[in-house]
């Protein structure tokens, strides 16, 4: 009898083990997939993530391109995230078009897909959206340049430096809000590049970095020398852009604008070397996206998007210390209290 309880007692340890050992391997898998891991924006997107999916108990694999506007990387990313078994991704593509066939894979094979800061193509291709809203961001810096201007605004001179040619949405979106603000008919709100007004000197690609900003400014510089008015997809393109002006003694004579709200940009806002830019919010994305995720591996719920909207709206500012009337804005300082990187 002893010897039959002892057997009983160990076989049910194994058991009790084994089952643990079951529960382990088959806790919730999330991955983030990003841009890049060297813009601040992205750092802090991961961090987020990172800090959520800990005190849920999510195991969170990340990736990157190598550059923005990786695409490929994104799709190898995505397949090995089906491969693991994993229940969600959440994704900031680079490729807003091309990376639907992938994200339609995976939402085939199960895992809910959360889009992060730049909606897909169509919005629909992802289960849901966390985003900035990125037209407003655009806007908002618009009206304020313009105001800024005044009546010499009907004079302007624009650079226009976006992000990639493969033009994702994140980068339409805030371009058409900004010519929109500024007061610029556009063409075609899907697409940039296609205007004509006047006052646009031009649109050049950055890949959303310093050097590309610097490349761009150049670029159109030679263009017409005499630009006034400096339109950048985000704050790294705009210290680039800054490098560029000062390099022939225009940087105290050009209005830059931006979108980002990181501690660097805001620090740069405050240096006057941007006039002002749009502040969004990316560990809030990526925290309420782990959180979706947790929720999609425990009942199947997906996310419902802000009333109104295709998208949940993580929230947006405009920093600056040249408030503009009827612009609403945040002071340099508020903005440092809520920047990321």
Not at 47 to 57: I, P, Q
Not at 66 to 76: I, S
Not at 133 to 148: H, P, R, S, T, V
Not at 262 to 287: E, F, H, R, W
Request: include cysteine; hydrophobic fraction near 45%; glycine fraction near 10%.
């Amino acid at each position: 009898m002893k010897k039959f309880l002892a057997g009983t007692a160990i076989a049910l340890t194994a058991a009790a083990l084994a089952s643990g050992a079951q529960a382990a391997s088959h806790s919730v898998g999330a991955c983030l997939i990003t841009k890049t891991d060297t813009n601040p924006f992205f750092v802090k997107m991961k961090e987020g993530a990172t800090a959520k999916a800990e005190e849920l108990g999510i195991d969170l694999k990340t990736f990157a391109g190598k550059v923005d506007g990786d695409h490929e990387t994104q799709v190898q990313a995505i397949e090995t995230c089906i491969a693991d078994g994993a229940k969600g991704i959440l994704i900031a593509a680079s490729d807003t078009s091309s990376i639907v066939p992938a994200v339609q894979q995976a939402r085939e094979a199960g895992l809910v897909v959360i889009a992060l800061d730049t909606p897909l193509n169509p919005i629909d291709a992802a289960d849901a959206t966390f985003a900035t809203d990125n037209f407003l961001a655009g806007e908002l810096i618009g009206k304020w340049a313009a105001a800024q201007l005044g009546d010499a605004a009907a004079d302007a001179k624009i650079a226009m430096l976006d992000l990639a040619v493969s033009q994702p949405t994140v980068g339409v979106l805030r371009d058409q809000g900004f010519l929109t603000g500024f007061g610029i008919d556009v063409m075609d709100p899907n697409k940039w590049g296609d205007e004509e007004d006047p006052r646009i000197v031009g649109n050049d690609v950055t890949q959303g970095n310093e050097e590309g900003g610097r490349r761009a400014m150049e670029s159109l510089l030679a263009s017409d020398p005499m630009i006034n008015v400096v339109y950048t997809i985000n704050e790294p393109a705009a210290a680039g852009a800054y490098e560029a002006l000062k390099a022939i003694g225009r940087e105290n004579d050009v209005l830059i604008v931006s979108v980002d709200g990181g501690c660097p940009g805001i620090q740069n806002v405050a240096d006057g070397v941007i006039g002002a830019t749009s502040q969004q919010y990316p560990l809030k994305m990526a925290s309420l996206g782990i959180e979706a995720i947790a929720k999609w591996a425990e009942d199947g719920t997906k996310p419902e998007p802000t009333e109104g909207k295709d998208f949940f709206d993580t929230g947006v500012a405009l920093v600056t210390d040249k408030p503009a009337e009827g612009v609403e804005s945040i002071s340099v300082q508020e903005g440092t209290d809520l920047c990321w990187g």
